[in-house]
């Protein structure tokens, strides 16, 4: 339920060989130096893709609706209809802080 860390061994990084004889398994030394396969990998993410849109006019939203008149019983009503179509996602945005990733398998505090 809402968890969205890797199950798989060896799929991240930053996870350890699997090996009983391995010196980062002591407990003591928790560092970044785990990085074996990947030598240019950091535990920073520095973007994320956007969940916001462009609708047809160049605005940007979460969502986008339309007033729609409803005739019934000869009473004119207002509804708003949400628009579905014609949008375009904003895509890859940089972050301003750069957040640790969330499979960084380090404990940062531990209180």
């Known amino acids: 339920m809402g968890g969205s860390g890797s199950k798989s061994k060896g799929f991240w990084p930053f996870s350890g060989s699997g090996s009983v004889d391995d010196p980062t398994k002591d407990g003591n030394e928790q560092s970044i130096a785990r990085v074996r396969s990947f030598t240019g990998a950091t535990p ?16 940007l939203a979460h969502e986008f609706y339309e007033e729609t008149i409803v005739t019934k ?14 949008l375009t996602p904003q895509g ?3 972050l301003d802080h750069p957040c640790i990733h969330v499979d960084f398998p380090v404990v940062l505090c531990e209180a």
């Open 92 to 94: 890859i945005i940089k």
């Open 73 to 86: 019983n000869g009473r004119k009503k207002a509804k708003l209809k949400r628009v579905l179509k014609n």
């Open 44 to 59: 920073f993410v520095f973007t994320r893709r956007s969940s916001l849109f462009f609708d047809e006019d160049g605005d």
